[in-house]
Nanobody, 126 residues
Framework: QVQLVESGGGLVQAGSSLRLSCAASGRTFSSHVMGWFRQALGKEREFVASISASGRGTSYTDPVKGRFTISRDNAKNTLYLQMNSLKSEDSAVYYC???????????????????WGQGTQVTVSS
């Protein structure tokens, strides 16, 4: 079982940066593929980025490539999302998620993730 708690969201101006964090409980964090998803008001939840258990493999949705960076610190049981050059269309609730232990591949599909945080709101004003 993995419990996830996001933090770091807020209200910022377009062009600014934010770093989201996701603190994971338990001793198995380093064995889980992790991901970030977001859901804007009135829209479906969408994939943002994913990272392998080791941290060596990453994947991003096209709209955030070159602006967002996903990373993890397995010693601290923490997942990060560095967001630069924020745009108004990045406004959403951001969720971190974990794949089940034993699932080794990065995935863009939210139904591949077994554990979810409660979300943190990011609002970008233009």
């Amino acid at each position: 079982q993995v419990q996830l708690v996001e933090s770091g969201g807020g209200l910022v101006q377009a062009g600014s940066s934010l770093r989201l964090s996701c603190a994971a409980s338990g001793r198995t964090f380093s064995s889980h593929v992790m991901g970030w998803f977001r859901q804007a008001l009135g829209k479906e939840r969408e994939f943002v980025a994913s990272i392998s258990a080791s941290g060596r493999g990453t994947s991003y949705t096209d709209p955030v490539k070159g602006r967002f960076t996903i990373s993890r610190d397995n010693a601290k049981n923490t997942l990060y999302l560095q967001m630069n050059s924020l745009k108004s269309e990045d406004s959403a609730v951001y969720y971190c998620a974990a794949r089940g232990s034993g699932e080794y591949f990065i995935s863009r599909f939210d139904n591949h993730y077994d554990y979810w945080g409660q979300g943190t709101q990011v609002t970008v004003s233009s």
